[in-house]
């Protein structure tokens, strides 16, 4: 059976629960498929088992040591082709460490807008 390229792999990184859960909950009922990882560790796995991915969604503000402006330089490091989309619920975002092409919204966002910019990559 051929893969349906018309179909986004979209993984959420967010370590708030509820706010990832409703993420991965809209974006699959928009028809996208949707990994999600609640660190940066846990993404950087699906970057090592070489996992098919075409978004990155990341809050910036992470737990732990690495940040999501590192997820998304390692992703977009290792693949240049990936789409990234920053969150964050922080007022005073520095968005100079955007990778090239990306886009940020801030939190509250609007779903909406979220699942647009996964189907804009198709």
């Not at 789409?83 to 100079?96: C, E, K, N, Q």
């Not at 955007?98 to 804009?120: N, Q």
Request: net charge negative; hydrophobic share 45%; with cysteine.
């Amino acid at each position: 059976m051929a893969l349906d390229r018309s179909i986004n792999t979209v993984l959420v990184v967010e370590d708030e629960v509820l706010p990832r859960l409703d993420l991965v909950d809209t974006l699959r009922s928009a028809g996208q498929e949707v990994l999600e990882a609640s660190n940066a560790d846990e993404a950087l796995g699906y970057l090592q088992n070489a996992q098919r991915i075409d978004v990155v969604i990341t809050d910036i503000q992470l737990g732990g040591g690495l940040t999501g402006w590192d997820v998304a330089e390692k992703f977009r490091a290792a693949r240049s082709d990936v789409a990234i989309v920053y969150t964050s619920g922080g007022s005073a975002v520095d968005r100079t460490r955007m990778v090239s092409g990306s886009v940020f919204f801030g939190k509250p966002y609007r779903m909406a807008d979220i699942s647009k910019a996964c189907r804009a990559r198709r």
